[in-house]
C-alpha cells in the first residue's frame, strides 16, 4: 500500500505552483525514524562539533564544549581565523557539498575549520522535523561559538558558513549571543515552508551579523528569492545554474547545491567571479547589468565589507561539484 505526500512550493514568475510528490511504503519504517527535539539542552547527542586544521587535514577532531581543553588537543590555533560550516537538510558534515567547503578552506592554511553535523535531526523525509530542530542546532552552536571566544578567537575573524536550512542556523546562532555575529555566508538559503511561515527568528536576514552574504543558485524553489542578506548574488539568472540536466527536481538540486561549489571556489582562488549591481529581483531574467561593469565586486570570500544591494554573476557550472 503506497500513499503521496504533496508539498507546495509557490514559484515567483511562474503561474501555479511547483507540486513535488513523493510515494513511499507505508511498510517501510525506516522512512519514518523522524527526530523531533522537544528539549532545550545542550550539548546534545546528536549534534557534534568536528574540527579540521592543514596540520591534520581530512582527520576530524571532536570537540567536546564541556572539556576546556578540548580545543587545545584538538590542535586548534588561536591566532588564525575560523570557520563554522552548516549542512542543511538531508545532509552530513562529511560528504558533498560540506567537504567541497571544508577541503577549500583545508587548502589556504590560515583557518580553524569547524564543522557542524546534525545529520540525526535532518534525514530525509522528514523536513517538518528538521525545520524544527533548527532552533536547538542553533542554539547548541552558539554555545560552540562562545566557547571559540572565551579561548581567545575574534569575531572578526570568525564566519559562520550555512548550505539551505543551515544558512537559517548560522542567523539563528545569533539570538544566542550576546554581540552580534561578525559575518555569515548563507548558500541558497533553503524556501520551503519558511518563506510562508516562519518568522525574523526563523529565517536568515541582514540583522544576524555586521556582514551578511547570500548567493543564490536556487531562487524562488528550494532557496530564498530576492536580497536577503547586506549583499546577495543572483547567480546565472538565480535559478538553475550550468550544467544541471535532467528532470525538474534533478535541476533543482543539482543548482541549489551549486551555491557551494561557487563559494568554494572563491575561497580557494579568490576573485573568482565577479557580480555587477542589478536590481533587487532573484531571479533574475534580464541580463542588462552588465553594462554597469563599473560597478563590479568579487562574489564570494573577498566580497569587500560593507558593500550592499544585489549583484547579478555569470558563471560557468563547475566541474569540482557534480551534483547532476
Not at 37 to 44: A, F, G, Q
Not at 136 to 141: D, E, K, S
Not at 213 to 242: K, S, Y
Not at 277 to 290: E, L, V
Request: hydrophobic share 35%; proline share 4%.
Amino acid at each position: 500500500m503506497n500513499f503521496c505526500i504533496v508539498f507546495l512550493f509557490a514559484s515567483i514568475g511562474l503561474s501555479g505552483h511547483y507540486v513535488l510528490c513523493s510515494i513511499w511504503n507505508i511498510y517501510d519504517l525506516k522512512y519514518w525514524r523522524c527526530l523531533l527535539k522537544k528539549t532545550n539542552e545542550c550539548p546534545d547527542n546528536d549534534i557534534k562539533f568536528y574540527l579540521y586544521t592543514h596540520e591534520t587535514g581530512k582527520t576530524r577532531m571532536r570537540i567536546d564544549i564541556r572539556n576546556p581543553y578540548s580545543l587545545a588537543f584538538s590542535g586548534w590555533h588561536p591566532n588564525r581565523k575560523n570557520v563554522l560550516i552548516v549542512h542543511g537538510f538531508n545532509g552530513t558534515e562529511s560528504k558533498r557539498p560540506m567537504t567541497i567547503l571544508r577541503n577549500a578552506y583545508l587548502s589556504r592554511k590560515d583557518y580553524n575549520i569547524f564543522t557542524i553535523d546534525w545529520k540525526p535531526l535532518a534525514r530525509f523525509p522528514c523536513y517538518l522535523s528538521a525545520l524544527s530542530n533548527t532552533r536547538l542546532v542553533a542554539q547548541c552552536t552558539a554555545k560552540l561559538y562562545s566557547f571559540i571566544m572565551d579561548n581567545g578567537a575574534a569575531a572578526e575573524d570568525t564566519t559562520c558558513v550555512g548550505h539551505s536550512l543551515g544558512a537559517h542556523i548560522c542567523g539563528m546562532i545569533s539570538n544566542h549571543l550576546n554581540v552580534k555575529q561578525h559575518r555569515i555566508v548563507g548558500l541558497d538559503p533553503a524556501r520551503p515552508l519558511i518563506d510562508q511561515y516562519a518568522s525574523d527568528v526563523w529565517m536568515l536576514t541582514k540583522d544576524d551579523a555586521h556582514q551578511v552574504q547570500v548567493i543564490h543558485t536556487n531562487a524562488g524553489f528550494l532557496g530564498e528569492m530576492n536580497q536577503v542578506g547586506h549583499v546577495d548574488f543572483c547567480v546565472n539568472g538565480g535559478m538553475r545554474q550550468p550544467g544541471c540536466k535532467g528532470h525538474f527536481l534533478r535541476i533543482a538540486r543539482c543548482s541549489h547545491f551549486q551555491s557551494a561549489c561557487y563559494f568554494a571556489n572563491s575561497v580557494q582562488r579568490g576573485n573568482f567571479s565577479v557580480g555587477y549591481r542589478c536590481n533587487s529581483k532573484c531571479p533574475n531574467r534580464y541580463n542588462h547589468w552588465a553594462l554597469l561593469s563599473q560597478n563590479a565586486i568579487p562574489m564570494g570570500h573577498d566580497t569587500p565589507y560593507g558593500v550592499s544591494g544585489m549583484y547579478c554573476v555569470e558563471t560557468k557550472s563547475s566541474a569540482e561539484c557534480p551534483f547532476n
